[in-house]
């Protein structure tokens, strides 16, 4: 069975930086694409970044860009998310998620596996 599980997210002031880890498990890891989204209240799940099976390739949606960092390491089975400069509406509950697919992706049904999620406040 598959498992990834967030970690690292918390409270942080404007400005700031936090970075998410989400280790997975039951997969061959380096074999799938790894994707974060988030969801603010009352709001739907976004995607925010991707990053292919090597690590080679990233997508970000234009929110993110030049702030947000995604990677990840295969030999650790863990993708990351390095979050700069971080702002009040970066407010939300941070997932990550596995696909199957060739590249990086901002489609939700690419996913097939998906955390419990980690909350990120950002105060102002």
């Known amino acids: 069975q598959v498992q990834l599980a967030e970690s690292g997210g918390g409270l942080a002031q404007a400005g700031g930086s936090l970075r998410l880890s989400c280790e997975a498990s039951?997969?061959?890891?380096?074999?799938?694409?790894m994707g974060w989204f988030r969801q603010a209240a009352g709001k739907e799940r976004d995607f925010v970044a991707a990053?292919?099976?090597?690590?080679?390739?990233?997508q970000y949606v234009d929110s993110v860009k030049g702030r947000f960092t995604i990677s990840r390491d295969n030999a650790k089975n863990t993708a990351y998310l390095q979050m700069d400069r971080l702002k009040p509406e970066d407010t939300a509950v941070y997932y990550c998620?596995?696909?199957?697919?060739?590249?990086?992706?901002?489609?939700?049904?690419?996913?097939?596996?998906w955390g419990q999620g980690t909350q990120v406040t950002v105060s102002s």
């Open positions: 998620a596995t696909s199957a697919v060739s590249l990086p992706t901002d489609r939700f049904n690419d996913y097939d596996y």
């Open positions: 039951g997969r061959t890891f380096s074999n799938h694409v």
């Open positions: 990053v292919s099976r090597s690590g080679l390739y990233t």
